[in-house]
């Protein structure tokens, strides 16, 4: 266990962000899954700009890597309109 008053600190913050970013990354990873199954392409291009939006604030936040995201988002568009 650590001794100093800063790396105790230290440690509880990093614990605090850890289960933060795992919350948003599990939520995101959530939406993406429900997306794929669409088969409405009514519904899937509603869907699609809430996750968009997610993806890029997981970025924004260094959760997952700006390409990741690019990647993502950009797969997610073509699977939508070959519905």
Do not use: F, G
């Amino acid at each position: 266990m650590a001794n100093h008053k800063s790396s105790i600190k230290r440690i509880r913050q990093s614990e605090k962000r850890r289960l933060h970013n795992k919350y948003y990354a599990r939520t995101t990873r959530n939406a993406i899954k429900k997306l794929r199954e669409l088969t409405d392409k009514a519904e899937a291009l509603e869907m699609l700009p809430k996750v968009a939006s997610m993806l890029d604030k997981l970025a924004k936040i260094n959760v997952i890597h700006k390409n990741k995201a690019s990647n993502l988002k950009s797969s997610l568009t073509l699977k939508v309109n070959s519905l």
